[in-house]
């Protein structure tokens, strides 16, 4: 069956800040057709009172495309929500997870998991307010839960107010003692645990996220259970593994698909946000992985990030590194051919 007509979760790439903006997120569906992309996460006061197009402004071939609010006041999510919609977007995801804090301050992220009940009215608040589907990202528990109790009990909640959609980070937040770097990889992560989530909740879809850096480990994932995944640094670092997560996953004819292709097909995009006055820089920044572990990589990453953030600074820039990928190539093969 085609990934498309599986769970619409089955591949997901996380919202991170200041990386999975719109032009991040266009790079990463010409990647992966099927995939659910999200957006950065905007706390409801910007969506509310700031620059609406600066902030929710996306391109048609993102979708399907969530937007990820912060926030923990009901009336305040609900109107976002609203204006979400309004605006296009295909989800309304509330953040449970983030561990940083300023949004710790600001009361949303993943101190909430402390307050399930408040979660859930928050829910509600936004399954009234519109008619999209409203996803939950959060943690397995924060600081001194045992998640072991605290996420049944959180997804019992939340899923009472109407949340069929959890996307589980599987390692818990250190809200204090450790910064939101060190928490990337303390404590360990527990697939298991969401694994026995599923398995309890078969009428929810789970989404495991964390620490998924390679295809056999999606796929590992997939099997145990989960309706989906959602990669994060691995997809923003190496997106070529979206390419190849695309291909495992999707049982539709496929030809073989050259990163020169993408570059191609991205470089139209990149000529039409110049006309429109974006930086260079702004879009060849997400694409400076797409090469890794590739003869021409290293060269690729000089040229974009040397001459991409220069005062106009056009598509000459990225016709130069792809000349120089190519050139680098075609040295190495004549060396192997030697």
């Not at 923990?72 to 296009?88: K, N, T």
């Not at 589980?168 to 770097?181: D, E, I, T, Y």
């Not at 990149?270 to 590739?294: C, D, E, K, S, Y």
Request: net charge neutral.
């Amino acid at each position: 069956m085609p990934m498309s007509e599986t769970s619409p979760y089955r591949l997901c790439v996380a919202p991170m800040m200041e990386w999975t903006d719109r032009h991040c997120r266009v790079f990463h569906r010409l990647l992966a057709p099927h995939a659910r992309l999200y957006t950065e996460m905007v706390t409801t006061g910007a969506v509310i009172h700031g620059h609406r197009q600066r902030l929710l402004d996306f391109d048609p071939r993102e979708q399907p495309v969530a937007l990820q609010l912060g926030g923990s006041g009901p009336e305040a999510l609900a109107q976002a929500a609203r204006i979400g919609e309004d605006w296009g977007y295909a989800e309304i995801n509330l953040n449970v997870g983030c561990p940083s804090d300023r949004v710790q301050t600001g009361r949303f992220g993943a101190c909430l998991m402390r307050e399930p009940n408040l979660v859930a009215e928050c829910i509600a608040a936004m399954r009234s307010a519109v008619a999209l589907p409203v996803t939950v990202k959060c943690r397995i528990g924060v600081d001194e839960q045992d998640p072991l109790s605290a996420l049944p009990e959180f997804v019992r909640l939340v899923s009472a107010a109407g949340a069929r959609v959890f996307i589980v980070h599987a390692r818990k937040a250190w809200l204090k003692g450790l910064s939101p770097r060190e928490n990337r990889d303390v404590p360990p992560l527990d697939y298991e645990l969401v694994y026995r989530l599923k398995s309890e909740h078969p009428d929810l879809t789970i989404v495991l996220n964390g620490g998924l850096t390679a295809v056999e480990a999606v796929t590992t994932a997939l099997a145990a259970g989960v309706d989906g995944v959602m990669l994060g640094r691995a997809a923003y670092q190496d997106p070529w593994i979206l390419r190849r997560l695309h291909i495992a996953l999707s049982e539709e004819p496929h030809t073989e698909f050259h990163r020169a292709a993408i570059v191609a097909q991205y470089r139209e995009y990149i000529a039409a946000m110049l006309a429109q006055g974006v930086p260079l820089h702004a879009m060849t920044r997400h694409i400076l992985g797409l090469f890794n572990g590739l003869p021409g990589a290293r060269v690729w990453r000089r040229i974009l990030s040397e001459l991409g953030p220069l005062p106009q600074a056009g598509l000459d820039v990225v016709d130069k590194a792809v000349e120089a990928v190519h050139t680098a190539q075609l040295s190495v093969a004549g060396r192997t051919a030697a």
